[in-house]
């Protein structure tokens, strides 16, 4: 005891400057990096932490009880560390994140602070801010489904059962504009391709904000992106379209012929089976009580 006794305080003796953080990614796939703000790398705990990826701490919130508490990173976008491709991929969902203050001097003298959950990131050209929640922001998952009369599946998954593939379109990137691209040889569109998402070359899959058709340009299509293009996307790359589901009954039953796979209780009673009650001659549609 008396050893252990000393060997701590010989740690507080050190002075602050020497402590560093460290952050450590681990990937639902089970890939892991390793990141510091030291200006040298660290090697502890069989992680290699990178010093050049431009890891820093931001503003920490920490509550008591359940509620929870969040930190924030910021950091610059390279092959070292997270790439813009990666993260528009969804590499990164629900990646968790060790926290560590270790001794630079000494790294085997580090420790576990937080364990977050890796929430929102925002990206700018070169660069990116993310949140890390804390593990309590599990607690406000949901891990059951809502009884809701729209479907919950995603377009073209497991449980929708529909083949995508079906509903793709195919054409070439035209030109690249702030916020959008011109995308040419996808013939005729619908606005539900306006839900949908598109991949351009690399295969990453975006959200589509709006489809039409470009002003003044035969078989040329203006997609908006809410999301900044990348810079991997150049002029006569190979664009894959697929379309959207606005998850109501009718447009799975009618448009994809799909109603006996939905995935939602369009049946569901509504407001006048809940605070009506049976009378002669009522009408009892599941409409609203009151218009």
């Known amino acids: 005891m008396r050893a252990i006794s000393e060997a701590w305080s010989e740690r507080l003796r050190r002075p602050a400057t020497t402590l560093a953080h460290a952050w450590r990614l681990r990937r639902s796939d089970g890939f892991v990096l390793g990141f510091t703000d030291h200006d040298e790398d660290l090697a502890f705990a069989g992680t290699v932490f990178r010093a050049a990826t431009g890891w820093t701490a931001g503003e920490a919130e920490q509550t008591l009880g359940l509620a929870a508490g969040s930190q924030g990173i910021e950091a610059a976008l390279c092959d070292e560390?997270?790439?813009?491709?990666?993260?528009?991929?969804?590499?990164?969902?629900?990646?968790v994140v060790e926290i560590f203050r270790v001794d630079w001097q000494a790294p085997d003298d580090h420790l576990l602070m937080d364990v977050a959950d890796l929430g929102e990131v925002t990206r700018t050209r070169n660069a990116f801010t993310a949140e890390l929640r804390g593990i309590a922001a599990r607690l406000e998952r949901q891990t059951g489904r809502f009884y809701r009369r729209r479907c919950d599946a995603v377009f073209g998954d497991r449980r929708c059962g529909i083949d995508p593939g079906e509903w793709t379109r195919q054409g070439t990137l035209a030109a690249l504009l702030d916020g959008a691209i011109l995308v040419e040889g996808l013939g005729e569109l619908d606005a539900a391709f306006g839900l949908g998402r598109l991949a351009v070359a690399d295969g990453s899959w975006r959200a589509v904000g709006s489809v039409r058709p470009e002003t003044g340009r035969a078989d040329v299509v203006r997609i908006e992106l809410p999301q900044p293009l990348l810079p991997a996307w150049d002029v006569g790359d190979p664009v894959r379209l697929v379309i959207g589901c606005d998850k109501a009954f009718a447009t799975c039953r009618d448009r994809f012929g799909n109603g006996l796979n939905f995935?939602?209780?369009p049946h569901m009673p509504g407001t006048d089976a809940a605070l009506g009650v049976a009378k002669s001659g009522a009408l009892h549609d599941g409409g609203p009580v009151v218009p």
């Open 81 to 95: 560390a997270l790439r813009e491709e990666d993260i528009a991929a969804g590499l990164y969902d629900a990646a």
């Open 263 to 265: 995935r939602g209780f």
